[in-house]
């Protein structure tokens, strides 16, 4: 069970138990409330202490915040994975082009849930899944996992107020006019699907910075970023603007030698550690796949900023 402890300083003694868990520590309500659920949720000096005790200089207060049980209706199932880095509280994965995120139908032990609730097994830990930022199956590269509902919670804040930043690599068909810009068309669900998106009048605003790094083969590499993160986002807008993924089967078409995926990849993540703040950083370079698409470039491409 993962915990986090706190000394109390002379400036904090006097202080209420929740004050120090809200402020000190940065847990949420929902939180506390879990921890105070449990029986040694919150403990002063090693024993348990409600939430409205007064805490004194050169005490130690700390409170439970990792999970309880797993995920029950996702099996834990032994398969590949790229971890890129992990702690108490985050997994950096490097999820491969084809392989699901989360179990549906015809996919129940062949995700990246699966696999990394193995891993967690393996280890002794007990941990729901808990992605951060989602990738569509078709997509490859970096993703934030949290371990517990805490570091999930915090990780999300950065994902809405932008501390936490994505960067992707794309290879569409056709090259973008201009060459550098931003695509900012409103996207909503499409009429008579549960799947696809469209550009809408009426949709949920959605902002997609581009810039192309080179061309080959008549398509581009395209460097993306989200300033919003709707479902399809960088598909929609790249296909809106008439150079949709190479192989996209949803709003382009389908190669084969892209099988159960398309060209598209998540190359950068930028965020900082949910517990401790630390800034961390991390890249992941364009498949072979991928690359293979543009033939001969215009230019070398250089390493992602």
Do not use: W
Not at 17 to 40: C, F, H, M, P, Y
Not at 161 to 185: F, H, I, K, S, W
Not at 244 to 255: H, K, Q
């Amino acid at each position: 069970m993962r915990r986090l402890s706190i000394p109390i300083t002379a400036p904090q003694a006097g202080s209420s138990v929740q004050t120090i868990l809200r402020r000190e520590l940065g847990l949420s309500a929902a939180a506390v409330r879990r921890a105070k659920a449990l029986e040694d949720g919150i403990l002063l000096d090693g024993q348990p202490v409600f939430t409205n005790g007064r805490v004194a200089a050169g005490q130690i207060l700390s409170v439970a915040v990792g999970d309880q049980t797993g995920s029950h209706q996702i099996a834990p199932v032994p398969g590949p994975l790229d971890i890129v880095y992990e702690d108490e509280d985050l997994v950096i994965v490097d999820k491969a082009g084809g392989v699901p995120v989360h179990p549906s139908q015809g996919h129940h032990g062949d995700t990246l849930a699966n696999f990394l609730l193995a891993h967690y097994a393996a280890q002794g830990l007990v941990a729901a899944f808990h992605p951060v930022n989602r990738l569509d199956r078709g997509t490859s590269g970096l993703m934030a996992v949290a371990k517990h509902a805490h570091a999930h919670e915090k990780l999300q804040e950065q994902l809405q107020n932008g501390q936490l930043r994505r960067t992707y690599l794309a290879v569409c068909e056709g090259v973008p006019v201009p060459r550098r810009g931003c695509v900012d068309a409103p996207i909503a669900r499409a009429p008579g699907s549960v799947l696809q998106r469209q550009v809408c009048p009426q949709g949920a605003e959605a902002r997609t910075h581009y810039e192309v790094l080179g061309t080959g083969n008549g398509r581009a590499l395209v460097r993306l970023s989200l300033e919003t993160g709707r479902t399809h986002q960088i598909r929609v807008h790249l296909a809106h603007v008439g150079c949709p993924l190479a192989g996209d089967f949803l709003y382009g078409t389908e190669l084969p030698q892209l099988p159960g995926r398309f060209a598209l990849h998540s190359a950068a993540i930028r965020l900082c550690q949910p517990v401790t703040g630390q800034p961390l950083s991390f890249t992941s370079p364009l498949p072979h796949a991928l690359a293979d698409l543009l033939a001969a470039t215009e230019k070398e491409i250089g390493e992602i900023p």
